[in-house]
């Protein structure tokens, strides 16, 4: 892990899990403009029109669409919804189609133009399909998508958020020692993952069970824009704060291998180096039949073969890929009935906040492998005031 992986995951809040941290009363700043809900439905509607939209025009960049229709769909807890587009989103950009799907040829159509994940797009779409197993309590699956997350890049093994939800899913599944092998991973990088290490080390060895009167919880907080990025309270009502999560635990900075690097830097080479090639040809073999024109038609001889410049410059990417994750593991009280989240940007200031209640009707966190989950997304396009 670099450097700047091992400083922003200082101060991680994986670790509060021995008790209910003892509650500490903060003032809100009396600010106004803040938002006081989030709420995602607007928006999973307004991509699923974009989604169709895009088939329909056979818009290259139709994979993307996709991503953010399942991004939105995941944060509004529409699992099934988030899952069918993620795995949608993965068969276009691996190419696997049914034959009979003739509908998709333009997909496949012209390679040049047509999007292709990046490798931190795809390996976000693992982490995420990932997430809709585990909250859907399939252990089994949750975990095939978190191993194909790393088989696509060994740096992301070294990726806090991947060891935690990797450990979590094999403590979960009674594998003591492969969960130790995540956790211990976390204590390498900062030496704060003993928290973790010890209390399943309790479990392993002599059947520790934690305390009738509580349970645990999970919150994670993606941050999709640089304002977003702030601390985040978490209480048990408006006023007494049990954790803090972090401005960062984790960048997911996944890169390309050095394999892929000096490939890409090949092509690209190549590619210069044969359209140069071809421009200084063509106005060696065709200034004397077109005077002044053979660059020119150098350059549509060029397109022809490798595509246009301006379309293998592609700058589109998947815009609601968080920039950054928080993410916090803690005790609460059985008998709490809501959480509320409060959010900061890096200056200290009250961006917002929103109530998640644990039960009922109205529950807003998922439960599932003995835990409550809370993910939130940060974005103005979900805030409301």
């Known amino acids: 892990m670099n450097s700047r992986s091992a400083v922003v995951f200082l101060g991680l809040g994986f670790l509060t899990l021995s008790c209910v941290p003892s509650a500490r ?26 989604v169709e939209e895009k088939f ?16 939105t769909s995941f944060y509004a807890q529409n699992i099934n919804e988030a899952k069918r587009a993620f795995m949608a989103a993965y068969r276009v950009d691996a190419g696997e189609r049914p034959e009979a799907a003739k509908l998709y040829d333009w997909l496949v159509v012209d ?17 995420y399909l990932g997430l809709c197993y585990l909250l859907e309590n399939n252990l089994e699956e949750a975990l095939v998508e978190f191993k194909k997350l790393r088989q696509f890049d060994q740096d992301a093994s070294r990726l806090p958020i991947v060891n935690f939800y990797m450990g979590f ?32 080390e309790l479990l392993r060895d002599r059947g520790y069970i934690s305390s009738l009167d509580s349970v645990e919880l999970v919150v994670q907080v993606d941050h999709q824009t640089i304002g977003s990025i702030g601390k985040t309270e978490v209480c048990l009502d408006s006023f ?52 002044g024109k053979g660059g020119q038609l150098a350059d549509e001889i ?23 994750f928080s993410l916090a593991r803690v005790k609460i009280p059985r008998s ?3 959480v509320k989240l409060f959010f900061y940007n890096h200056a200290g200031e009250l961006l917002g906040f929103c109530g998640y209640p644990l039960y ?3 529950r807003r966190a998922i439960f599932s492998a003995g835990t409550f989950f809370i993910i939130a997304g940060l974005a103005e396009e979900f805030y409301k005031y």
């Open 111 to 127: 390679s040049r133009t047509v999007y292709k994940l990046k490798k931190r797009e795809r390996e976000l779409l693992h982490f």
């Open 169 to 200: 899913v094999y403590e979960r599944m009674g594998k003591y020692d492969d969960a130790l092998i995540e956790y211990r991973g976390l204590e390498g990088m900062d030496g704060k993952g003993s928290g973790l290490v010890h209390n399943l």
């Open 302 to 324: 060029g397109d022809i073969f490798l595509g246009k410049e301006e379309e293998n410059k592609d700058t589109r990417a998947w815009g609601y890929a968080p920039l950054h």
């Open 56 to 71: 329909r025009q056979k818009d290259h960049s139709y994979v993307l669409s996709l991503l953010t229709y399942g991004i």
């Open 240 to 291: 007494r704060t049990i954790v803090t999560l972090p401005e960062i635990s984790d960048i997911f900075d996944v890169k390309l291998t050095p394999a892929e690097a000096n490939r890409k830097v090949a092509q690209e080479a190549l590619a210069k180096a044969t359209r140069l090639g071809l421009r200084l040809l063509g106005r060696w073999l065709l200034s004397e039949g077109k005077q």
């Open 336 to 338: 709490a009935e809501k």
């Open 360 to 362: 009922g009707e109205n």
């Open 25 to 50: 009363i903060v003032s809100r700043p009396a600010k106004a403009g803040y938002f006081s809900n989030l709420c995602y439905d607007s928006a999973v509607e307004k991509y699923r029109r974009v």
